[in-house]
């Protein structure tokens, strides 16, 4: 069996010797293939007394066994090589800095939407929209303003030509229309706000006909005045970073709240600079209050079980004191050079985990 021991050292010696596929696939057609060294010696077997041939042909078909086996293994050993090297070679360094340049850069007012829903959705509310052309009972009548109510000229509201049947719609002029929409199409416990876009009439230093607020909306069985203060006070030191920022609640009045409040937070306007902290003067941010019990039951909501409060913050005034825009009127000019300057890379999304704004 001398000259199987040497073959077998041959033709295995060849097979872990290939340094890739083909070299592989060369080594087994020399041995196994219908010209190989091995079949070659079977084909050899019927002239053998067939004694000797019974054990050269099970010593033969050993070999054979065994040189499979080697290129098999040789195979693995070459896909596990071939593998590693394509991962080394696409490697990519994923902690490499993003490169922000073509992608634009994001609207202070996109931002600061941004940064109030991260903080409000850590407090667990979620976003809620409605249609910016509304119609009179949601914008007006259902937030208990009816007809004729003085209260309509508190708002210089664009109205949208006559219908046929009379009727206007409207731009709406706040976003508590949302309020109505959201109370009457989803059950108790409510936790929502609803950013979006709001019109009137006005146009000067500090008014565009155009402008965003934030409502926000929680009606459950135990909500009271004192979870209103509290959410807007962690909201408002949040959103502004002083830990220790001052607020105030003033009595106010809302149609569709009761009792209302205006809420103030600290600020100082020593030498004409606006700036906010514990200084002892007061800046007003936003109206809220009690959702009126007739408004709860306006929307379907039962007012001898259910209650709540309502809040609604212009966008504008709290990112021009946080971002130091100086002018209203900026915000919508369109300028890219202004955006370059006051704008945010994309990638940076704001969070309360790393920071509402890098
Ligand atoms: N909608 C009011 C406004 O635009 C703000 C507000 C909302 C007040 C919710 C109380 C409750 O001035």
Redesign the pocket.
């Known amino acids: 069996m001398d000259d199987l021991d040497a073959l077998r050292e041959d033709l295995i010696g060849a097979v872990t010797r290939a340094q890739d596929l083909a070299a592989l696939d060369a080594a087994r057609v020399a041995a196994l293939g219908k010209k190989g060294r091995v079949t070659g010696l079977m084909k050899n077997l019927g002239g053998l007394d067939p004694e000797a041939r019974k054990d050269r042909g099970a010593a033969l078909n050993r070999l054979k066994d065994e040189v499979a086996a080697a290129v098999e293994d040789r195979k693995q050993v070459l896909a596990r090589a071939a593998m590693a090297e394509k991962l080394e070679s696409e490697r990519i360094d994923v902690t490499l800095p993003v490169r922000p340049g073509p992608l634009g850069h994001i609207h202070p007012i996109s931002q600061t939407l941004d940064e109030i829903i991260a903080i409000f959705a850590d407090m667990g509310f979620t976003v809620a929209e409605g249609p910016d052309i509304e119609d009179d009972f949601h914008n007006f009548t259902a937030l208990n303003i009816p007809p004729e109510h003085p209260a309509r000229q508190?708002?210089d509201t664009f109205y949208l030509p006559d219908r046929p049947d009379g009727t206007n719609m409207v731009l709406r002029?706040?976003?508590?229309p949302v309020?109505v929409r959201t109370m009457m199409s989803v059950p108790p416990p409510i936790r929502i706000i609803a950013p979006g876009r709001?019109y009137r009439s006005d146009y000067d230093m500090t008014h565009t006909p155009m402008f965003h607020?934030v409502?926000?909306l929680v009606i459950d069985e135990t909500t009271h005045m004192g979870h209103l203060k509290g959410c807007l006070i962690e909201f408002a030191r949040a959103f502004f970073d002083i830990d220790d920022l001052p607020s105030r609640f003033r009595p106010s009045f809302?149609p569709?709240?009761e009792p209302?409040a205006e809420m103030d937070i600290g600020c100082s306007r020593a030498g004409g600079a606006l700036k906010l902290g514990n200084y002892g003067d007061w800046l007003e941010i936003?109206?809220?209050?009690m959702v009126h019990p007739r408004v709860l039951e306006i929307c379907g909501i039962d007012s001898s079980r259910y209650q709540g409060f309502?809040?609604?913050?212009g966008i504008e005034r709290p990112a021009m004191l946080k971002y130091g825009i100086p002018d209203l009127r900026t915000f919508f000019d369109g300028d890219l050079r202004w955006l370059r300057h006051y704008g945010f890379l994309p990638l940076d999304m704001p969070s309360l985990a790393l920071g509402l704004s890098r």
């Open positions: 508190m708002h002029t706040h976003t508590s309020q709001t607020q409502e926000g809302f569709f709240t209302s936003l109206g809220c209050g309502a809040f609604g913050m």
